[in-house]
């Protein structure tokens, strides 16, 4: 049976729902039928969170879209009818140590897809979203940050992990040194809202498809996932069933307060200089 031959690793809001649905409509190009797989993220493994509502979460995830056995993981392809490219996009695949390792053992020679976002901006961006779904009850960012670490020892899953997400360049490294440099393309979550179409045709030709193909980008995919005046967009229930159920509210927009900003600039430095080389493009704006 068929499995996928390139995937959307990441990272996490940053932009891998747009690209889900403008690869959808490409008729060369089959797309899991859900989101979020997370195969090889967490292959084998016995799912046991212990955070707010991971449980409910998990067991709705468990039902529409997160597979841990690689028959599962097949049958999700069974719809494939000759399009050149299959693929599909678990963001956590970035994040996760054992990933790379999985990806090169059943699909080594699978194009990889990442888009990266300020990681201050990604940061807060899921947070808001975590507090927009009424599993997080910390209203101020900077006091959630300081749980961040107690969190992830007590085994609260990987979406509590705000300002962990964001060290990209430890994260693709392990890519880099698993697989070869063409097979990696990276994009800016500034390219894709700048130059949606540009960038969609450099990554159909990435891809090995028809680059002329035109996906319907007057539908403007918001590649933040927050709302231009703070809020969250709606989601067509089971598409992404974390997100399952949200109302919109009025919250802060994706700024967080200056002074966090700061702080954590400075701790995300380092790792955005080393990603500048990694990944050959200049970041200065990440670190301002």
């Not at 468990?62 to 599909?88: D, M, P, Q």
């Not at 490294?173 to 697989?179: L, N, P, S």
């Not at 109302?247 to 700024?255: A, H, N, S």
Request: glycine share 8%.
């Amino acid at each position: 049976m068929t499995l996928p031959n390139f995937l959307i690793i990441g990272a996490g809001k940053s932009g891998t729902t747009a690209l889900y649905r403008y690869l959808n409509e490409h008729p060369q190009v089959y797309m899991s039928p859900v989101k979020e797989m997370n195969f090889f993220a967490l292959e084998g493994e016995r799912l046991d969170f212990r955070g707010p509502r991971d449980r409910e979460v998990l067991e709705r995830s468990v039902n529409v879209s997160t597979v841990t056995g690689l028959e599962c993981y097949r049958g999700l392809f069974g719809g494939v009818s000759g399009e050149k490219a299959i693929g599909e996009a678990s963001p956590l695949y970035l994040y996760s140590p054992k990933a790379p390792g999985l990806i090169r053992r059943y699909i080594p020679e699978a194009k990889l897809v990442a888009v990266l976002r300020d990681p201050v901006e990604r940061a807060y961006s899921a947070f808001l979203m975590m507090l927009a779904c009424g599993r997080e009850s910390i209203t101020d960012f900077s006091s959630a940050l300081r749980e961040e670490e107690r969190r992830i020892k007590d085994n609260w899953e990987h979406a509590w992990h705000y300002k962990r997400m964001g060290f990209y360049h430890a994260q693709l490294k392990r890519y880099y040194d698993a697989f070869d440099r063409g097979q990696i393309r990276v994009y800016l979550h500034e390219d894709l809202d700048a130059d949606t179409l540009g960038t969609l045709q450099n990554l159909f030709g990435f891809l090995g498809v028809d680059g002329t193909f035109v996906p319907d980008v007057s539908v403007r995919h918001n590649v933040s996932g927050i709302r231009k005046n703070g809020a969250l967009p709606a989601s067509p229930a089971g598409l992404n069933p974390r997100n399952a159920g949200l109302e919109e509210r009025d919250l802060p927009g994706p700024q967080p307060p200056p002074e966090v900003r700061s702080r954590l600039v400075a701790e995300y430095r380092e790792d955005v200089l080393n990603l500048q080389d990694l990944i050959r493009r200049d970041l200065s704006g990440w670190m301002r």
